[in-house]
């Protein structure tokens, strides 16, 4: 995928259809949604606007579930994480900008267990790139990306959305 395959208008439209495919095909009526702080917040506000979910968004922030915490220390930017509904026995609509390694998502996934058993979790990512460390893969993707190593794709935003890649660096 070159840079102007990064738009981020096209990969959100890819990413809706998907997910939506996916809900139907799963069954799942009146899923609740939630959007990993801050690149995935961005993307699950897009996409529950458009998807028209019935539920307030959730916001997770994984500061505190990250395996990193002990050696890298406190994120300065830690929000408080937002979950306006019950997790026991709903399903869940997971949003998160890029898949990399796994361990973001591993993150969110502990957290959101610790508020309750949900019945299904659906992930879905804008991106999906090269370079997992832990098993876990996107059920829905806006993209995906084959970088070299040390580069890095990272979403900007909120307004305008992009997309960009860099060596190096977070």
């Not at 995906?144 to 060596?167: D, F, M, N, S, W």
């Amino acid at each position: 995928m070159s840079q102007a395959d990064l738009d981020v208008e096209t990969l959100l439209a890819r990413l809706e259809a998907s997910l939506r495919e996916e809900l139907v095909r799963r069954r799942l009526d009146d899923p609740a949604m939630i959007g990993v702080h801050t690149g995935g917040a961005w993307i699950a506000e897009v996409l529950h606007r458009r998807l028209g979910f019935s539920e307030p968004l959730g916001y997770l922030d994984i500061s505190f579930y990250r395996d990193d915490y002990p050696q890298s220390g406190m994120n300065p930017d830690v929000r408080a994480s937002k979950l306006p509904f019950r997790i026991d026995g709903r399903n869940i609509v997971l949003i998160d900008d890029v898949l990399y390694t796994g361990r973001t998502v591993r993150a969110a996934l502990n957290e959101i267990f610790d508020y309750g058993r949900p019945a299904e979790i659906v992930l879905g990512v804008l991106i999906d790139r090269n370079g997992r460390q832990i098993p876990i893969q996107a059920d829905c993707i806006g993209g995906r990306v084959e970088l070299e190593p040390g580069q890095r794709i990272k979403l900007v935003g909120p307004e305008p959305l992009q997309l960009t890649i860099r060596a190096g660096g977070r």
